[in-house]
């Protein structure tokens, strides 16, 4: 619930005005080489590969690892963590996998939400300010699909949901001290999150369309 459905106004926001953006700036690039057919597949191919995944797994990793990091955190340094283990609890298995497998869940869904925000987003910017019509933009969406792109890109977001929930779950358990302390470990589990995606994109994008 809190990384999928709290996220969600969120990254549908962002998804409409990507979508936006690269349709403007991909016409802007191929309006003067390429029929404008070419438009809907670049935006289309680009925000499933790419951006979708990208940038839902941004947002998501500065709104969700950093709350999970806190709520965590907050935890180990008020002893409740302490507690479970002396009831006989593992933090690890009680604390770590539900919010792993949640990541892991909820970031695909959020993608294909953010891919066809983003691409009517840019199908109706096309339209709206005469670069294009929505038959032609769609066509050239639907001539150069690949199941590839979108099942990649999803991929792509199953992997960097466990980045981000396994980062955020790691650095709250790691946290020292106190306050400053949860923000310290709040901080870390983002920019470490961040990192990651950036990395894991490449090495996946090498690994299927390499």
């Not at 790419?50 to 941004?58: A, K, Q, R, S």
């Not at 096309?126 to 050239?140: D, H, K, V």
């Not at 358990?173 to 990651?196: N, P, R």
Request: hydrophobic share 55%; aromatic share 12%; net charge neutral.
């Amino acid at each position: 619930y809190e990384i999928g459905l709290n996220s969600l106004p969120l990254v549908i926001f962002i998804s409409a005005f990507l979508g936006m953006v690269a349709s403007v700036q991909t016409a802007y690039q191929i309006r003067d080489f390429v029929p404008l057919i070419y438009l809907g597949a670049g935006v289309a191919k680009g925000v499933m590969i790419e951006l979708g995944p990208v940038i839902t797994g941004l947002v998501v990793a500065g709104r969700v690892s950093s709350g999970i990091a806190a709520e965590i955190g907050t935890m180990k340094v008020t002893e409740q963590i302490d507690a479970l283990e002396v009831m006989g609890i593992s933090p690890y298995r009680f604390l770590f996998l539900p919010r792993v497998f949640a990541g892991m869940l909820a970031l695909p869904m959020l993608t294909i939400i953010s891919d066809i925000i983003a691409i009517l987003s840019g199908m109706w910017i096309s339209n709206f300010t005469g670069i294009t019509n929505y038959e032609t933009f769609a066509r050239g969406a639907k001539l150069f699909f690949l199941p590839k792109d979108l099942f990649g890109g999803l991929f792509k977001a199953s992997i960097f949901g466990i980045i981000l929930s396994f980062s955020g779950s790691f650095y709250g358990i790691e946290t020292k001290g106190g306050a400053q302390g949860v923000g310290i470990s709040a901080t870390k589990a983002v920019v470490t999150s961040c990192l990651l995606i950036l990395v894991f994109d490449y090495l996946i994008g090498i690994l299927i369309y390499g």
